[in-house]
């Protein structure tokens, strides 16, 4: 645990090299400009927000997510796969990663990002409210809670990646308080959303 109240956890070693390899060779093909979800106009558009690169991808993909599933116990509550590719001078602004589906009176209730290349320079993540600054390191995971199980969003999750100088490659894992009657695998995520 690096902070405790709110709880934010680091799992040194949770992912293998060769696990990380994977994951960044999976996904390369399939990154996309990330758009986020305008509630105003019904569409998903480009973002300022996030500058980075995204690949969904499906959970059969990778092995690795049972050890997230065991350390979380999150199962079928995962609601977003994603790996984010960060180039020099990308970033995302300050936020949280609170979010609710309204229709399904659906909220996030866990968040962790695994950390797929070592990055020397840039590039942390980076807990404003906190001020607790995370440096990448291959392999590690992070994991935070950024509502309640009320699902009140808790503000001091505030956070940042802030902008790579090197690359950075980042496996982000989703879940709600509920689970979803069709299994992660078999549903299309193609958009980061939050």
């Not at 499906?58 to 690795?64: H, K, V």
């Not at 990663?97 to 695994?114: C, L, S, T, W, Y």
């Amino acid at each position: 645990r690096v902070h405790k109240d709110p709880d934010i956890l680091e799992v040194e070693g949770f992912l293998t090299d060769d696990e990380c390899d994977e994951l960044i060779a999976l996904a390369r093909p399939h990154l996309k400009p990330v758009r986020i979800y305008n509630k105003e106009s019904g569409e998903y558009e480009p973002s300022q927000r996030r500058t980075n690169t995204v690949a969904s991808i499906a959970s059969e993909d990778i092995p690795a997510i049972r050890k997230l599933v065991e350390l979380a116990r999150c199962g079928e509550s995962i609601d977003g796969v994603s790996v984010l590719n960060y180039q020099s001078g990308q970033e995302v602004k300050p936020h949280t990663d609170h979010a609710i589906i309204e229709r399904m009176k659906q909220f996030r209730v866990g968040v962790a990002f695994i950390y797929l290349n070592e990055v020397n320079a840039g590039g942390s993540t980076y807990f404003l409210e906190l001020n607790l600054r995370l440096k990448p390191r291959k392999g590690n995971a992070v994991i935070h809670f950024p509502s309640d199980l009320k699902g009140r969003p808790d503000e001091r999750t505030l956070h940042q990646g802030s902008a790579a100088i090197d690359e950075k490659w980042l496996l982000v894992v989703t879940w709600s308080n509920v689970e979803h009657p069709v299994p992660y695998k078999a549903r299309n995520y193609d958009l980061y959303s939050t």
